[in-house]
């Protein structure tokens, strides 16, 4: 087991041939993070942000071009790959397609030169938890995806090491196994307990499987937070669009006196709300985040917070219904119940809590009034 920390870690990679002079920013920058130990930490964010080449300085495939990574409190600059004591699990599982599944699972082992006996029990203990028992003599090709993407769990496990890294190793799959193995990675961590680190583009993995997710843009880290905080407490607008699905609806507001109005809308502030906003002169306006679940029909809310617009879109899903409803230039989604009884061109009220609504500066779309919550100190005093 293993805590891991990354200190004002960056990448920058090499001008590309041929591109001299090219602009061109950090792949990581200031990375700083300390993991707990046993602790599964999910790096989460659009393509291209940074998080494979994170993994990579963590496991010794790139070199960090500043700052310093330790595990257990050693600085691991100058330990090879191999010696980091880590198991890695990609996107693409590359299993040797002329070994049984069992080989594939032994051959880390057996390059080690680990005892024979050794590696038939690590192997059969793996098999056992992953319940691939009854593959070990096929060969890769006789196996659906989510069968090999076991096997490769399956190899990174057998190694019994102090920290896994996992890329993106669920993308491969459909959308329903993709389900069902998330949930089975999230039982095997809590099963072994291994220091973990996560990769997904998708906020619903990283919000059902991370202890603490790490939000990344452009090589940045936005936030560290818990899955509850990063919904409740975002601290930019990034965050709080990146977070929750469908994502949080944003709108231009002037600030007037004790409410926030602009076409469509209008709210009354909290004192908290109109503290952190200051005084109208010096902010007439600002970004108001309401999330679709907390827009309700009139009726089924007392909120005094009211929007109204002209219906474009119905999607029922099932047990809730979304439906996108025009407000000049925005499209506004709102989450409504199973049967909300509205047609396409009708014109809807929908009324919210002003307690629910977020705020965000109109120019730096930084948080406004984000309350102390009471678990940060957690992510801050790693930060
Ligand atoms: N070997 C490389 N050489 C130059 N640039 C790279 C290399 N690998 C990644 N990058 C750049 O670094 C940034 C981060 O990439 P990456 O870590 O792969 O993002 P992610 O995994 O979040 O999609 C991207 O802009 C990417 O183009
Ligand atoms: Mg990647």
């Known amino acids: 087991m293993a805590i891991v920390e990354l200190k004002d870690v960056a990448k920058r990679y ?77 996107q693409s599982y590359a299993l040797y397609p002329h070994m049984s599944v069992y080989h594939n699972m032994a051959f880390a082992l057996e390059l080690k030169k680990t005892p024979k006996e050794e590696v038939k029990k690590r192997v059969q203990e793996a098999a056992k938890i992953l319940d691939i028992e009854h593959l070990l003599d096929r060969k890769p090709r006789a196996l659906s995806g989510g069968q090999r993407q076991r096997v490769a769990l399956g190899r990174a496990l057998v190694r019994q090491p102090q920290v896994f890294l996992m890329d993106e190793p669920l993308s491969n799959l459909d959308a329903r196994l993709r389900v069902e193995m998330r949930a089975e ?11 973990t680190f996560y990769v997904t ?35 930019n607008r990034f965050v709080a669009g990146f977070i929750g699905t469908p994502s949080m609806n944003f709108l ?32 007439p306006r600002c970004w108001l985040g309401i999330r679709p679940e907390h827009l309700h029909q009139v009726g089924a809310s007392s909120g005094s917070g009211r929007l109204e617009g002209v219906i474009e879109v119905i999607e029922p899903l099932g047990p809730v219904t979304m439906a996108q409803v025009r407000i000049g230039e925005t499209l506004v989604t709102a989450q409504l119940g199973a049967h909300p009884g509205i047609q396409i061109g009708d014109t809807l009220t929908l009324a ?32």
């Open 201 to 235: 583009h998708d906020q619903t993995e990283a919000m059902t499987m991370g202890q603490r997710i790490v939000v990344m843009r452009d090589g940045r880290i936005q936030q560290i937070d818990t899955p509850y905080n990063l919904y409740e407490r975002p601290v």
């Open 14 to 90: 090499d001008s590309v041939p041929g591109k001299k002079g090219a602009e061109h920013a950090n792949a990581v920058e200031d990375f700083n993070l300390t993991t707990k130990d046993g602790e599964f930490v999910v790096l989460v964010g659009p393509s291209g942000c940074g998080k494979s080449t994170t993994m990579r300085m963590i496991a010794g495939l790139e070199h960090n071009t500043a700052g310093e990574i330790r595990i257990n409190g050693q600085d691991v600059s100058d330990v090879e790959p191999r010696d980091r004591d880590i198991a890695m699990v990609f």
């Open 352 to 383: 919210f809590d002003p307690d629910h609504v977020h705020l965000f500066d109109i120019d730096s779309d930084e948080a406004l009034g984000v309350a102390e919550a009471p678990s940060a100190s957690s992510a801050q005093a790693t930060a």
């Open 252 to 283: 231009q507001a002037d600030h007037q006196g004790e409410t926030l109005k602009g076409e469509g809308f209008s709210c009354s502030l909290s004192a908290h709300q109109r503290t952190a906003l200051g005084d109208a002169g010096q902010r």
């Open 185 to 195: 990675i999230t039982r095997l961590h809590r099963r072994l307990g291994v220091t």
